[in-house]
């Protein structure tokens, strides 16, 4: 009899991975490819944080940490918030993590169950369904639509909710449209959420220092009247291009903070300890880096919204915020999945099917600009000479080279 795990029929993947690891593939077996698609920024961590890895290392930072976290990195994240947002966050209600999925993780997994609904963005980040799944809840897609910039509609949002909610995930900057949710839009959500005291809010906040054309980020923090079931995520990996270290933390309230401590002693222990010390120096020094990386991406956010729009059957609205674009392929001819792979495979440049991020992803592709400025030039030269073949020749060179 074969061995079988019940529940993991429902959990999903994040294809992005998939993506780079088929790109991988390719670039072994001897073509360029030009990688649009992974979600990371292609800048080296700064010296003075791998430095602060090094040192902690030699000092002998080796073993175990508190499950929440080393006291000084905790009191780092309270006072870098106060810093950006002029927001009170208790040190110890701060939980450091290996990465933003740990969060998504702990506070799906403290909310699904069957008979629960969980709202989500569609198109999201793919983790969040992926997760409410697993969990045997009902997953309640919140619409995120191109005429609204991308951004979530308050009304809306709050017209899903259902006595059986439990928990609402929003994210702003947000992946992979690159929406950013005005103030106004979430004064209406706060603001309407006093009618629905049972449901808890999980802000994802990762990008939450990547925003162009004067934006400013509303942190879910600033409102008082929700701290007490605000989970909020954010950490490293994007603005301090620190991806491959595995760090980020969360902000929980009083009534969950054990049960989210727990959840750290049982899955994961402990972050390890240098990579700790190296993201309180990353808080603590000079914060120079942030600003040139994330001129570098307006750079690139403006030449690529100008050559997708260039290519034929391609439109995109300007993004706000992260590094993504979320390009409208509905003139191509092409759906959306079809499209990316038929890009990777016989043009060598690796983007994101608008699907793999939710069903009211088709007829979208995402665009990662975290790449150079040549690099974006050259892909876009590649995807104008592949579309202006249209579907139907592309499809049988496709077919003829298998």
Request: proline share 8%; aromatic share 8%.
């Amino acid at each position: 009899m074969p061995i079988t795990v019940p529940g993991f029929d429902r959990i999903g993947e994040e294809n992005a991975f998939a993506v780079l690891a088929r790109a991988v593939e390719l670039s072994e077996q001897g073509m360029d490819v030009i990688n649009l698609g992974i979600g990371q920024p292609d800048f080296p961590t700064p010296e003075r944080i791998v430095e602060a890895a090094v040192k902690a290392m030699r000092d002998g930072h080796h073993g175990y940490t508190p499950a929440t976290g080393i006291q000084p990195l905790r009191e780092a994240v309270s006072a870098d918030l106060d810093r950006r947002f002029s927001v009170d966050v208790n040190p110890d209600q701060v939980l450091i993590v290996p990465g933003g999925k740990v969060t998504i993780f702990a506070a799906i997994l403290m909310f699904g169950e069957p008979g629960a609904e969980i709202l989500y963005p569609d198109p999201g980040f793919p983790i969040y369904r992926s997760m409410i799944e697993f969990t045997g809840a009902r997953p309640v897609p919140v619409p995120i639509r191109e005429g609204n910039g991308f951004a979530f509609d308050a009304e809306e949002t709050l017209s899903l909710v259902t006595p059986t909610t439990r928990l609402i995930i929003v994210n702003s900057p947000a992946n992979p449209c690159g929406g950013v949710t005005p103030l106004a839009e979430v004064d209406r959500l706060v603001a309407g959420l006093a009618n629905h005291p049972n449901a808890a809010l999980l802000s994802d906040e990762i990008y939450d220092q990547m925003l162009y054309d004067g934006e400013r980020h509303v942190t879910m923090l600033s409102y008082p009247e929700i701290r007490d079931r605000l989970i909020l995520l954010n950490g490293w990996s994007k603005t301090y291009a620190m991806t491959g270290w595995r760090l980020g933390y969360s902000v929980w309230p009083l009534p969950l903070l054990d049960m989210a401590r727990k959840l750290a002693v049982n899955v994961w222990s402990c972050v390890n300890a240098p990579a700790q010390w190296a993201a309180l120096e990353a808080l603590t020094g000079p914060q120079d880096e942030i600003a040139s990386m994330v001129a570098e991406f307006d750079a690139r956010r403006k030449l690529v919204i100008d050559l997708l729009n260039d290519l034929p059957g391609v439109s995109c609205i300007v993004p706000k915020g992260a590094f993504y674009a979320f390009p409208n392929i509905a003139g191509t001819g092409w759906k959306a999945r079809s499209l990316a792979s038929a890009l990777l495979e016989n043009a060598g440049v690796a983007v994101i099917g608008g699907p793999d991020f939710g069903v009211l992803g088709e007829g979208y592709i995402r665009v990662s600009y975290a790449n150079s400025r040549e690099n974006i030039r050259r892909a876009a030269d590649r995807m104008r000479e592949f579309l202006e073949r249209g579907p139907d020749a592309s499809r049988e060179s496709n077919a003829s080279s298998g």
